[in-house]
């Protein structure tokens, strides 16, 4: 491996102010660890936008390699499960937060968090999925678990055109899911519903304060946005439904009432990706290998270059990435 190579680097100087660099880095700069990563592929997440472009409490040590995912090749390895030479995935743990992360030419990171790329998937393919569209699945996931089957009636997925949106449409119209976008670029609809969407609805019907109650649209909802829409879309599911909620892209309020849980039987399933056990990671992991269809994953991604991450950050803060960014580091 070479002694020196490229990232980027956050500072903070004694008046919290941040600045964003791209820096010759050593092995030195990375945090402990017991297994070394080449960085192949990454990509550009929502919380990547927040910590580079400061708009978000994301980073909490300094300085920081940010970078919350990326795949690649095993460089070297103190942790009986992983070798020199082996494919592996890395996302979450608090990697890019507080951990050094994935935009660096390589990462020192704990073995215990890598998981083997699944069979049937590439370190391209799996970091244009990314933490976003894991976290879709999750989200797939935990509406199964909960009942919300195709002939129960249609899923609502918020945040149509963001990378969570554009992986759950996809997963859900493959799964034969009725699937209603709620998004702010209606202008996409055809986008939305070449991935699977059957209906474009414009966020603004979700975005305003909430009736307690409102007429049952849905029979769940994975909601990327939070806040009002959030309470919208949980006030128009409908009996003993279930809204997975993964994101705040609106706010991190919930200016909600108790309403759609105690009238309704509506559940609130939270969706965590970051500090997810390892057996659901793989089981999302395994199943986007099956429920995904790679053309559409191929349709809903952008592909940058490790220059193109700082413009990137910045876009995906003011909503204007469509779908996922994938970040070639080689
Ligand atoms: P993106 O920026 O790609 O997508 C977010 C989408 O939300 C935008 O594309 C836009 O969709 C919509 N949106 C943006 N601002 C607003 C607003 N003010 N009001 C209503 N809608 C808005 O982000 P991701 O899809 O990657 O992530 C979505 C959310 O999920 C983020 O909050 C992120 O932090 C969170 N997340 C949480 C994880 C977890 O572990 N729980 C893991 C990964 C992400 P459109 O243009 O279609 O309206």
């Known amino acids: 491996m070479d002694n020196r190579f490229k990232g980027i680097q956050l500072t903070r100087d004694e008046n919290k102010v941040m600045s964003v660099n791209v820096a010759e880095l050593g092995l030195d700069d990375l945090m402990e660890g017991d297994v070394v990563v080449e960085v192949e592929w990454t990509t550009v997440n929502y919380k990547d936008g927040l910590a580079i472009t400061g708009k978000g409490p994301v ?56 998981i083997p790329m699944p069979n049937g998937m590439d370190g391209r393919s799996s970091m244009a999925i990314g933490t976003a569209g894991y976290t879709a699945m999750l989200s797939v996931m935990a509406l199964e678990r909960h009942g ?23 997963v859900l119209g493959k799964l034969g899911y009725e699937v209603i976008a709620s998004t702010g670029r209606t202008e996409e609809a055809d986008f939305l519903k070449e991935l699977g969407a059957s209906d474009v609805i414009h966020r603004d019907e979700l ?7 409102n007429k049952e649209r849905w029979a769940g909802g994975i909601d ?38 105690i009238l309704r039987g509506v559940s609130l399933l939270g969706i965590d990706s970051v500090m997810a ?15 995904l269809d790679m053309a559409k994953l191929e349709a809903l991604s952008t592909e940058i270059g490790f220059d193109g991450i700082i413009d990137a950050a910045h876009s995906i803060v003011d909503g204007k990435i469509r779908g996922r960014v994938v970040v070639d580091m080689k």
């Open 148 to 170: 919300i089957t195709p002939e129960r009636g249609p899923v609502v997925v918020t945040g149509a055109n963001g990378g969570v949106g554009t992986v759950a449409i996809a």
């Open 277 to 291: 056990p390892l057996a659901l990671r793989q089981e999302a992991w395994a199943r986007l290998v099956t429920d």
């Open 224 to 261: 990327a946005v939070g806040s009002h829409t959030l309470a919208n879309v949980l006030s128009m599911t409908s009996y003993g439904g279930a809204v997975a909620a993964c994101g705040l892209a609106q706010g991190m309020d919930l200016p909600s009432s108790v309403a759609p849980f």
């Open 207 to 213: 975005s305003g304060p909430a009736k307690p109650l």
């Open 59 to 114: 980073v909490r040590r300094w300085p920081m390699v940010p970078g919350i995912d990326c795949a690649g090749t095993v460089v070297s390895s103190e942790n009986a499960r992983f070798s020199p030479g082996d494919k592996v995935i890395l996302n979450g743990f608090g990697v890019g937060e507080t951990h050094t992360g994935a935009f660096a030419a390589y990462a020192r990171l704990n073995g215990d968090w890598l």
